[in-house]
């Protein structure tokens, strides 16, 4: 394989992970933009929708689309629940108090995963419409299910973002984010925001366990790949919507072409150099708003 080639399918998977950090960072963005809390428990609503997906088409007999979606459904509720049941009831305490709360969930979400029957501590593998299947073009071999990880991506972003422009929910969730006591005053119910926000998160983090499935398998510690996300949000400005898909690129493909052309050891970390770099030059990130305060 000439080196053009090589690089290219490097940066082509390095696109695909990219993606799914982005969804998973763009969790983190809407609830910080919501609450100003930083979740970190989202990288558990991966591991929950990975499980769920893989009960539903190993066990149950589903077909893999009708599994993605009832996943990201369920996941969606599981979001909608823990707001209301848990999380809810801590409205108007410290951040502090909020994030400490959203780490224990996060431990406890990976314990209870590894109890249960048919889940456990081993490794698993959904079966997927793309599995062994790939576009050649000259040298150039693409699987299709890191070209299917794109491809959906880009139709989930693209629904997200009517739901943001054209729907009165989405509207009052982007009020709600620009000024919570302005939108109090139009008379939107902060607290519902609250619970729509939740929902979407969870289910974006179930959404993005399921299309990282086929490449890392199902299992309990699938949590810490998505905590990767979180310097993608930092770095596309973590109250940045498109910030965060840009910001996860950004760190998938820095990974892939240092998993190639990098010593080992050093793929894990290039990304935080170019973090680093990004937020000495512009500490509010890609795409973050300068904020000045006055003294």
Request: with cysteine.
């Amino acid at each position: 394989m000439s080196l053009l080639n090589e690089i290219l399918q490097a940066v082509l998977y390095g696109i695909a992970t990219g993606c799914i950090y982005g969804l998973v960072a763009l969790g983190f963005v809407l609830i910080y933009k919501a609450t100003e809390v930083v979740n970190f428990a989202q990288g558990e609503m991966m591991v929950l929708g990975a499980f769920i997906a893989y009960t539903l088409i190993t066990f149950l007999g589903l077909p893999y689309w009708a599994a993605l979606l009832l996943a990201t459904f369920s996941l969606g509720i599981f979001g909608l629940l823990l707001e209301r049941i848990v999380l809810r009831s801590l409205i108007g305490e410290p951040v502090f108090s909020v994030v400490m709360l959203t780490i224990g969930l996060g431990i406890f979400l990976r314990s209870l995963v590894s109890m249960i029957p048919g889940w456990g501590t081993e490794t698993h593998g959904i079966k997927t419409p793309f599995a062994d299947k790939a576009v050649r073009y000259g040298e150039l071999l693409l699987s299709w299910e890191y070209l299917a990880i794109i491809l959906l991506t880009v139709v989930l972003i693209i629904i997200i973002s009517c739901f943001f422009r054209f729907t009165k929910i989405g509207v009052a969730m982007r009020a709600t984010a620009q000024n919570q006591l302005a939108a109090v005053y139009m008379g939107i119910s902060v607290t519902r925001v609250f619970s729509y926000t939740w929902t979407i998160s969870a289910a974006l983090g179930g959404f993005a366990g399921i299309l990282l499935s086929p490449i890392t398998f199902v299992h309990m510690n699938m949590g810490f790949i998505g905590l990767r996300a979180l310097p993608a949000a930092v770095l596309g400005g973590f109250e940045s919507i498109p910030g965060a898909i840009v910001g996860g690129i950004v760190i998938g493909v820095t990974e892939s072409l240092a998993g190639v052309y990098l010593p080992v050891g050093l793929k894990d970390i290039a990304a935080y150099i170019i973090l680093i770099f990004v937020l000495i030059i512009r500490p509010e990130g890609l795409f973050g708003i300068k904020e000045k305060k006055k003294v």
